[in-house]
């Protein structure tokens, strides 16, 4: 029996009766558009307001969602998948709670999870999907192998842009290939350091004219966050800018987008459990 096969029949056998989990993906179209902050500083605003949540490091090359945190984990997923590690021991606490599953830089065989690595990685998931309320995927930026496997396996999507050319360029062809080939249907798109909330719609507004035209996914404004030089103070403090500066303008505009997306309602299709991972997981096996 090949490994496929292996794969589709754990599916098949998964227990669809598990509570609802919400699982958003953060990602972007290209690096350098305050992604990874924007994932984090979310995290701890989630868990201030009740709930429990867990960051997934999905940038597996180019991890740092623990430095943002200021958590310096002993252990991080690459332990996992090599199997001399477990998940508890990898969990790592940050701020107010949120666990961190921290995922290690510079390490080139992790940049694409074959299956039995993505299998090792849902099981383990699977296993303490109970301890949460929130998975926060900070994905890695581009249209990479592992950005389609975690922003496709997740119910929602949070598209990071600037109002820069290039991260409109980049992040059309994101939305492109993550619509076609990974099957999101919808984004909701947040606009890093624009100077007011006019702007940031303008700058929505240049990528949906776009969009609007070539793709069938939906594209909704969720809001914008002004450039703030508190975030380059908090990074080298290695402390999230929602909590060394909970009163500056990244901070304040972070604050309202929390509340609205959380107070938001959890999307019509949302599943059971992790069994976002497993259906994905799934998805990409039957096309195997």
């Not at 050319?165 to 947040?190: I, M, N, R």
């Not at 606009?191 to 700058?203: D, F, L, M, Y």
């Not at 793709?215 to 909590?243: W, Y």
């Not at 972070?254 to 992790?274: K, V």
């Amino acid at each position: 029996m090949d490994q496929a096969q292996s794969l589709r029949e754990l599916v098949s056998d998964r227990n669809a009766g598990q509570k609802p989990l919400r699982v958003i993906a953060v990602t972007s179209g290209k690096g350098g558009v305050g992604k990874t902050h924007v994932s984090c500083n979310l995290a701890v605003l989630a868990a201030r307001a009740g709930r429990r949540v867990l960051v997934l490091d999905a940038d597996l090359g180019l991890a740092n969602a623990d430095i943002v945190l200021g958590v310096a984990p002993h252990y991080h997923l690459g332990h996992l998948l090599e199997a001399s590690a477990s998940l508890d021991d990898i969990l790592a606490e940050g701020p107010e709670g949120v666990r961190i599953l921290a995922a290690s830089s510079g390490v080139q065989e992790l940049t694409h999870l074959d299956d039995a690595q993505k299998l090792r990685l849902v099981t383990a998931l699977d296993a303490i999907e109970d301890r949460f309320d929130l998975v926060i995927i900070d994905c890695g930026a581009g249209i990479g192998d592992n950005v389609l496997f975690f922003a496709g396996a997740a119910q929602e999507a949070l598209l990071v842009i600037t109002p820069e050319p290039t991260s409109l360029t980049d992040a059309y062809a994101t939305v492109k290939v993550l619509s076609q080939q990974a099957g999101v249907e919808h984004f909701a798109v947040l606009v890093n350091s624009a100077p007011t909330g006019a702007h940031g719609r303008e700058v929505f507004g240049k990528l949906t004219s776009v969009t609007d035209r070539f793709l069938t996914a939906r594209l909704t404004f969720l809001g914008h966050i002004p450039r703030d030089e508190n975030v380059q103070r908090a990074l080298m403090a290695q402390r999230p800018v929602v909590e060394l500066f909970p009163r500056s303008p990244y901070s304040r505009a972070l604050q309202d987008i929390s509340r609205d997306l959380l107070g938001r309602p959890s999307p019509p299709s949302l599943q059971g459990g992790l069994k976002f991972l497993w259906q994905r997981l799934q998805h990409e096996t039957v096309r195997a």
